[in-house]
């Protein structure tokens, strides 16, 4: 737990029961649980997408028996995911309010302005001994860091520079975002609706005769809808490209509304209901015998559609559709190697088998339509955007740059440069340093370079950076960004910034 | 697939076996080791150019967004991973990785090549995937598998330099088992529920003695500095690898809304894409609030690296469907 939550949120004055709730650790914990049965989900074929036969057709009816006793079938709805979710949002909701919101105020808390003594403290620090003696490498090392997006703040000849502060609001962000979205998600799975119906051409989408989502607060439109249309497009190579189906809303008395034609990804709205293309096929075809007219299921085969009517006991006549209604025929025989095409039949050129004459009386499509009523999407959207922006903030990282110009020999400074003899005249040295939550190595490179600069223009170089925690890592086994935190913390809060740093030196 | 496609490919795949094998010397040859970490450097930038080039010529040869199926997002994939590691060399100068990137590029070329005839050609999209969505949706998720392998891959490192070998080698042993499921469901036809055991039953295994291995210490190896940089590598890939994972999802959820009405329908892959999204926010929540080793956090980020390699590669090859399957050919 970091020194930051800690003086905002400390677990000494709660109760226990909101110290586990707002626990971080439970977070990890839930958020790993919630993973492992999210993974079982997505190995195991769901009830609800695929139905119960896809389970016992991959584990075998005894396995799948056990599997839907478990509630591993259906495990996005069984009550230990449910609870799960309902834990991880309560733990949400507490960290939330109890931990993230309260770090706004955090940030509006003016930094001090460091003295080189206190730089020197600094995780990554160092020091360059100036030749001249004005404040013109000063000004510099502010351009510089503007340069770069710093903050820059100046008090006499010491200077303070802050980059990627509103990234510090990451988590704020995100936690609302996710809030928002639980408010959304709750809305709509109360009173929205979803579902899906295969409909022939000239029939109806009747609402509450088609396959849909269970009812809680929301009701089902008393209005339907009329297929007047549909058909498919094709690339040249005969894969299908887009299917089209040209829609009327009807009122109860059966007047005319609103007519679309959708396509997939170019849904019908009307009344907060959305309608979708989602599948297309060819149902069933009417054929003429010589003039006795005969109604053919059909099955997908592929790319095309086929019907089988038997002749007697061996041989069977196949019919063989493509989406664009035109039709082979062909015949089977045991002794045969492969069907023996007979002829074709197109809506205007019937095929005279011998005796028989067939022709097309007609293709009847059918259009697979997908509705549904999401009252709580405009929140989720919401909730979307700031979720995004929240974890594109977690991306800055947050940084400090303190700066003092100072009179005196380098020896009582940051780096001590044992080379300097100390019957030199006192010069002007220029003391930097700083800190960074999250990407500290690419920092210490930027003050690597900005040293490497000064130097080169205003300072005798050979200075060597240096750094407050070197060694004791492997020892520590990890001293990790919130010690880095702490550290930092310790400054922030203190009023003395000397006994602060010292804190922080006591600290790791 | 045209020509010059075709000869563009070959010399990203080319270059980077080159760069991988440079890479690998200039570990082995300490007095020569700047100059072959920098010829290696630029036969990864000539490999990077090339599969840039290569995607940008099937994208003008397909009259189409080139991503659309197994083998083109393999491409992007090899594309996010050399230029992400480029990027990192110029900010951090890590070297050690570089190996480990043209590997993982390579291993993808490889993967890629073996594929069948007909993931290679041109083939016109399934009216699903007639949407501007796609690229809006699909390239930030191979852009946040790359990353996420280049942070697992950095944890490796880091784990190295920490001294934790035993932990380092039982990690590989595991991730290399979890390749193997994935390209022996890709290319045979062994039983997927094996696959799927030898997958998962690696993984937690491995894993688990990994964690336990962490207390053996190897003190004569590593370097605590770079052990230090390695960690923060790690870290900056999974800090950005993470933005582009939820925009990713997000947008799926967009695109899944305005074609299927409804943003989020478990469908297995999107289920793995949230495994994985709960497993990096686990990481980040451990990282930001408690404290964590540094190789601890290695290791966490190695099991983020196989969840990756589950939800792009693995998805496919061991057998669970949905409606992604784009990736599918079999």
Known sequence: ??????????????????????????????????????????????????????VIEQFGADTAKLLTQFGITDIYHSPFFLSLIAMLTVNMIACSFLRVFPRIKLLQKPLPFLSGKDIGKLPINTSVELKGNDQSAL???????????????????????????????????????????????????????????????????????????????????????????????????????????????LDTQGKEIKTQEISVNNPLSYDGVDIYQSSWGLDHIFLNFNGKEKRLDLQPMGKLYAAFLPLDQNSVMIFSVRADGIIKVFAKRPDWEAPRQLGEITKDK?????????????????????????????????????????VLMAAIPHRHVWVSLETGSKKEGAT?????????????????????????????????????QMASEFGIPKVEISEAQPTEKLNAGHTNESSAQKKKEHVLAGSSADSNAKDAQGDS | MSEMQMALTNTAGITSVMSFWVFVASNGFKNRKDLLVKIGSWT????????????????????????????????????????????????????????????????????????????????????????????????????????FFLGGLSGFIQLYQAGRIASLITAAATVSLAILAVVLGTFTSVETAWLQILFAGASLVGMIISFKLLRRIDKNRGDSKLAETYDDVSYRCIAIGMPALTFGIITGGLWA?????????????????????????????????????????????????????MTYLGFNSLGLGGLHSYGNFK
């Not at chain 2, 990137?101 to 490889?110: E, I, N, R, V």
């Open chain 2, 44 to 147: 990864l930038t000539l490999a990077f150019v090339a599969v840039t080039a290569a995607i940008i010529t099937r994208g003008i040869d397909a009259q189409r967004f080139p991503l659309a199926n197994l083998y083109e997002s393999l491409l992007w994939f090899a594309w996010a991973t050399m230029g992400a590691y480029l990027a990192l060399a110029k900010a951090y100068g890590v070297r050690q990785l570089g190996w480990l990137a043209s590997l993982t590029a390579l291993l993808m070329f490889l993967y890629g090549s073996w594929l069948p005839q007909s993931q290679h050609d041109i083939q016109p999209l399934v009216p699903a995937l007639v949407s501007y969505w796609r690229w809006i949706h699909v390239p930030p998720l191979i852009i946040s598998y790359a990353l």
């Open chain 1, 350 to 390: 019937p095929a005279k088998l011998g005796p028989v004459t067939i022709s097309l009386i007609r293709v009847m499509p059918v259009t697979g339509l997908q509705y549904k009523c999401d009252p709580g999407l405009p929140i989720t959207y919401v909730a979307f955007a700031f979720i995004i922006v929240g």
């Open chain 2, 257 to 309: 809304n305005h074609a299927w009405g409804t943003y989020w329908s478990w469908d297995p892959k999107e289920s793995m894409a949230l495994v994985t999204w709960l497993s990096y926010a686990a990481y980040i929540h451990l990282r930001v609030h408690r404290e964590c080793s540094a190789e601890k956090l290695a290791l966490v980020s190695i099991v983020g690296l196989l969840l990756t390699l």
């Open chain 1, 139 to 249: 000004t510099a090392l502010a351009v510089r860091l503007s340069a770069r997006g710093f903050k820059v703040a100046t008090s006499g000849d010491k200077l303070l520079a802050e980059y990627g502060r509103f990234g510090r609001l990451a988590a704020t962000v995100t936690h609302i975002g996710l809030l928002t979205l639980l408010v959304g998600v709750t809305i709509t799975s109360w009173t929205g609706f979803s579902g899906f119906q295969p409909v022939l051409l000239n029939s109806h989408l009747d609402f509450s005769q088609s396959e849909h989502s269970k009812l809680w607060v929301g009701k089902l439109p008393t209005w339907t809808v009329r297929v007047d249309a549909t058909h498919r497009e094709d690339y040249p190579t005969g894969e299908p490209k887009q299917w089209f189906s040209k829609l009327t809303v």
């Open chain 1, 416 to 452: 001590g440069n044992e080379n300097k003899t100390d019957d030199m005249a006192p010069s002007k040295i220029l003391y930097f340093g700083g800190r960074s939550v999250k990407a500290k190595v690419g920092f210490e490179r930027l003050i690597k370079t900005l040293e490497s």
């Open chain 1, 1 to 54: 737990m970091n020194q930051e939550s800690e003086k905002i949120y400390d677990p000494k004055t709660q109760s226990s029961l909101k110290n586990a709730l707002a626990s971080v650790q439970l977070t990890i914990f839930l958020m790993s649980l919630t993973a492992l049965t999210v993974l079982i989900g997505a190995w195991c074929p769901q009830e609800s997408a695929s139905g119960k036969e896809k």
